[in-house]
């Protein structure tokens, strides 16, 4: 069985930052038992600010600004649900502090 697509969507947000998500079926094996394959990310201002993957060796995990962790994969409802939450975690954080200092940040 090969890569099957399930997911791709791509969007400039309002602020002009990019979302692209991709999921993807493949055969299960020891490296993705649950038989999914994907790449959430975010970027701000050319930068990742948040991505969720299972690249091949890594595992599950997840980056949020410069920090990378484990991350524990339930399902793709889930996932997209983690990943939408910390991405208006960052529009917050970002666009508030824009307008309480009166600048732009960068992540």
């Not at 002009?16 to 038989?35: C, L, R």
């Not at 948040?50 to 991350?71: L, M, T």
């Not at 939450?85 to 917050?92: G, N, P």
Request: proline share 3%; aromatic share 14%.
């Amino acid at each position: 069985m090969k890569a099957s697509l399930i997911r791709h969507d791509k969007i400039t947000d309002e602020y002009g930052n990019t979302v692209e998500i991709k999921m993807w079926a493949v055969p299960k094996t020891s490296d993705k038992p649950y038989g999914f394959k994907y790449s959430l990310v975010y970027i701000v201002n050319g930068e990742r600010a948040v991505g969720y993957d299972n690249a091949e060796g890594k595992g599950d995990h997840r980056h949020y600004k410069e920090h990378e962790e484990p991350y524990l994969f339930v399902s793709l409802g889930k996932l997209a649900e983690d990943f939408y939450r910390d991405v208006e975690q960052i529009k917050k954080d970002m666009y508030e502090n824009q307008k309480s200092q009166g600048r732009n940040k960068r992540y």
